[in-house]
């Protein structure tokens, strides 16, 4: 006879914030097995203003199954303890297994690790283990003082039902929105615009393929929801910097836009533009490259860091980069400008033979769904 065991995860829920997305993309596969009562405990966000009104997840269908799942009795044993919130919960807990989910964008968590009155309470188990999506993200927590055994790396997913290749008359509706037309080459970045992100060298790349490229567009996709970086403010920051490079001809084939997508529109974006570029310095794993190639559309990326868990020369160009540390101990890549640029144009005047929509995508079927993912986590769950 079968006997599930009582999983609890703590975390986030309904909302666009990458650890509540990635939270609710596992609990879907989760319940679909057979080996996990779960339950479920909302843990406060660190920004009072964040709400499923604003920030919408995109997945309100599934949200409803999610908001059945409950606490558990105080009197319940809870065999599995699993933590995906911000900053980390690295306390005990009263549990058999406690696993805590998190990211080491710069290679370093100090001052990232939760600090409330938890911390004085008594459990019965002490011994924390480390789930992060990256073998970059990892290094983080090593150096922290985790053991390299106790801290496991688990990929990030992509939803193949929602992401995946728009038809030809969809794209050209999509553009025609954008006041984009067949002959542009549109280049996009989703992101949450702060500097590791790494937006001031893509903004300067474009410049430079705009006056190579006449037909040249950039799409910039912000959090301005979740966070208070905007692209307009990055733009306008750069052009303070290079006001000979931003020029106003420039500037106004930049599009940006900032109101919240549902996840079909944001599959439909990605549909619609020729690349994505992620010129980023410092990322935990960087999901929106593989949604757009499982769009359809390949990606330039930084060399060297946490998207090298994924590269695969059907759908990735990468820029060469050094590796940095800041003063205060934080690692990072500086992607090459000429590298950046050099990509583009290679992507724009079809000089990469080894990129294959269809190979990418399943590429991405084979390694990178979330059926996949649930399965690393079972088996972790289970078997550690």
């Keep these: 006879m079968h006997i599930s065991k009582n999983l609890l995860i703590e975390g986030w829920r309904g909302i666009n914030h990458s650890y509540a997305l990635i939270n609710q993309y596992q609990i879907r596969e989760l319940l679909k097995n057979n080996n996990f009562k779960i339950y479920f405990k909302d843990i406060p966000f660190p920004i009072p203003e964040w709400n499923k009104k604003n920030n919408s997840s995109g997945l309100e269908d599934f949200e409803e199954k999610i908001s059945k799942l409950t606490q558990p009795s105080n009197k319940l044993k809870i065999d599995i303890l699993y933590r995906i919130s911000f900053p980390y919960r690295m306390h005990g807990g009263n549990a058999n297994k406690i696993f805590v989910f998190g990211t080491s964008e710069y290679q370093k968590i100090e001052n990232m690790i939760y600090q409330g009155e938890e911390l004085n309470v008594k459990y019965i188990n002490t011994s924390i283990k480390v789930i992060t999506s990256s073998n970059w993200s990892k290094v983080g927590f090593i150096k922290e003082g985790f053991k390299e055994n106790d801290v496991m790396v688990i990929p990030c997913g992509v939803d193949l039902k929602i992401f995946k290749p728009i038809n030809k008359e969809k794209k050209i509706k999509i553009r025609k929105k954008l006041n984009i037309n067949n002959d542009h080459f549109v280049f996009l970045n989703v992101s949450a615009m702060t500097w590791n992100k790494g937006i001031n060298k893509l903004l300067v790349a474009f410049s430079e393929i705009k006056r190579k490229y006449s037909f040249a567009k950039l799409i910039l996709k912000d959090q301005a929801n979740l966070y208070k970086e905007t692209a307009k403010n990055y733009i306008s920051i750069t052009k303070k910097k290079f006001p000979n490079l931003l020029t106003d001809e420039v500037l106004s084939n930049i599009i940006v836009i900032s ?110 769904t979330w059926k996949i993912v649930s399965e690393k986590l079972t088996d972790l769950f289970i078997n550690d």
């Design 259 to 368: 109101k919240n997508l549902t996840l079909k529109e944001l599959s439909e974006l990605y549909g619609s533009c020729d690349a994505y570029v992620s010129s980023y310095r410092a990322e935990g794993f960087n999901m929106p490259p593989l949604e757009a190639a499982a769009c359809g559309i390949p990606a330039i990326l930084t060399s060297g860091g946490s998207t090298d868990d994924y590269y695969d020369p059907s759908f990735v160009l990468k820029i060469e980069g050094t590796k940095k540390t800041l003063n205060d101990g934080k690692n990072y890549i500086e992607p090459d400008l000429e590298s950046l640029i050099s990509n583009m144009s290679d992507l724009i005047e079809k000089r990469n033979s080894l990129l294959k929509k269809n190979k990418a995508i399943s590429f991405i079927e084979k390694n990178f």
